[in-house]
């Protein structure tokens, strides 16, 4: 076998050959679903991607014999540190094999040691926002849209570099066609009747507005949760950017309450139509014709499968009755639009941290149970 070599990429064909090499990893997996790839070369780029604007990153391959055999990220995020003092982070990990995935971490270690970090956190790529945790349950189904699938032999790998569980993430599957027990359809009809409450769609012709309003509830909602990073402005701007194009206005609620003092948004939930199911044969490429068919798939909610990717209750609010009514509230509508209006039949809700017993209950809806659990872990350095 030839030597195996551990370098860090410098070039654009460096950057190509690091992307490309998913195609590799798991061309004979039946449940990956191939990212755009214009979409990873934007968030690894510093140009394209606000994070760099806090955070740096170096990207390394494996080759032997001239081949690219894997891959890695290392990075620190200035924000983390702020939370999580001298821990770095690694991510995009992929590897044909043992030897290339144990020098991989290594390497990444090393630079994680060189840039004062005691501490490292893998997988996330890049960061909590993107990509976190490696898959560890729920190999067979293929994964929602911005979530991340692995091959099962990572875990073993990791875990022999000396790795231990931080924290898994885990997200539910349910079938959206069962309706919600009756205790929680009382809830919900008495939330309906009380005019103190207000659910309402967005309104994607101000878009910029909500995005920085829904923005700014989850950076107040979440702040409390672990690996909690707060987005900026640039990066509520970007996200905004990014999601636009699939955000369905119905599918986005707001939740206002007027506490005395005139309505305001205490609450939201994003449901996005599986993107996954649209891109699955585009094989990574928009060019010639995937913008037309991809457009044209939105455009219709061409999807049988919806995700609840985010929500939040403010601060304020939080363990309250009035978070759980508007919670099931949000819910129960967007269920309702899911199934009736697009015809789906099936949902998935999180990631949701496997201790926050209060998301933890709400995600166990009717029908639910767990189908992917990714696991972040953690070693001193």
């Known amino acids: 076998m030839s030597a195996l070599d551990v370098r860090p990429v410098t070039t654009r064909a460096d950057r190509r050959a690091f992307v490309d090499f998913a195609w590799r990893?798991?061309?004979?997996?039946?449940?990956?679903?191939?990212?755009?790839?214009?979409?990873?070369?934007?968030?690894?780029?510093?140009?394209?991607?606000p994070w760099f604007g806090h955070g740096r990153a170096q990207l390394f391959l494996a080759l032997r014999g001239g081949e690219v055999v894997g891959r890695i990220s290392a990075q620190v995020d200035d924000l983390v540190q702020e939370r999580m003092p001298a821990t770095g982070q690694w991510g995009f990990f992929d590897?044909?094999?043992?030897?290339?995935?144990?020098?991989?971490?290594?390497?990444?270690?090393?630079?994680?040691?060189?840039?004062?970090?005691?501490?490292?956190?893998?997988?996330?790529?890049?960061?909590?926002?993107?990509?976190?945790g490696l898959l560890v349950e729920g190999f067979d189904e293929a994964p929602m849209v911005m979530m991340g699938h692995h091959?099962?032999?990572?875990?073993?790998?990791?875990?022999?570099?000396?790795?231990?569980?931080?924290?898994?993430?885990?997200?539910?599957?349910?079938?959206?066609?069962?309706?919600?027990?009756?205790?929680?359809?009382?809830?919900?009809?008495a939330g309906e009747r009380n005019p103190r409450i207000r659910i309402r769609d967005v309104d994607k012709r101000r878009f910029a507005e909500e995005a920085a309003i829904v923005l700014d509830m989850l950076n107040d909602a979440w702040s409390d949760n672990w690996g909690f990073v707060p987005l900026t402005?640039?990066?509520?701007?970007?996200?905004?950017?990014?999601?636009?194009?699939?955000?369905?206005?119905?599918?986005?609620?707001?939740?206002?309450?007027?506490?005395?003092?005139?309505?305001?948004?205490?609450?939201?939930?994003?449901?996005?139509?599986?993107?996954?199911?649209?891109?699955?044969?585009?094989?990574?490429?928009?060019?010639?014709?995937?913008?037309?068919?991809?457009?044209?798939?939105?455009?219709?909610?061409?999807?049988?499968?919806?995700?609840?990717p985010l929500m939040g209750v403010r601060k304020r609010h939080q363990g309250s009755r009035l978070a759980s009514q508007l919670a099931f509230m949000m819910i129960e509508f967007s269920r309702r639009i899911c199934v009736e209006k697009y015809g789906m039949t099936h949902g998935e809700f999180g990631w949701v941290l496997e201790d926050n017993?209060?998301?933890?209950?709400?995600?166990?809806?009717?029908?639910?149970?767990?189908?992917?659990?990714?696991?972040?872990?953690?070693?001193?350095?």
Do not use: C
Request: a neutral charge.
């Open 25 to 49: 990893a798991y061309r004979d997996d039946p449940a990956w679903v191939p990212p755009l790839k214009s979409e990873v070369h934007a968030l690894l780029d510093p140009r394209e991607n």
């Open 151 to 189: 091959r099962p032999e990572y875990r073993g790998w990791i875990e022999a570099a000396g790795y231990a569980k931080a924290k898994d993430l885990v997200t539910f599957a349910l079938d959206i066609r069962i309706r919600m027990v009756p205790v929680v359809e009382r809830l919900i009809a």
């Open 233 to 308: 402005e640039a990066e509520i701007a970007y996200a905004g950017k990014k999601l636009k194009p699939i955000i369905i206005e119905d599918l986005v609620k707001i939740a206002e309450y007027d506490d005395g003092s005139g309505f305001r948004p205490v609450a939201f939930m994003i449901t996005l139509p599986n993107v996954n199911e649209m891109i699955a044969d585009l094989d990574g490429r928009l060019l010639p014709l995937g913008w037309a068919k991809l457009l044209w798939r939105l455009k219709r909610v061409a999807a049988t499968h919806a995700r609840v």
């Open 357 to 381: 017993q209060g998301m933890m209950s709400i995600a166990e809806l009717p029908g639910a149970g767990i189908n992917h659990r990714y696991r972040i872990y953690r070693k001193a350095l």
């Open 95 to 132: 590897a044909l094999d043992g030897e290339a995935g144990a020098a991989l971490i290594a390497t990444a270690e090393d630079w994680l040691r060189g840039q004062g970090m005691a501490h490292a956190l893998g997988p996330v790529s890049l960061s909590i926002w993107d990509e976190p």
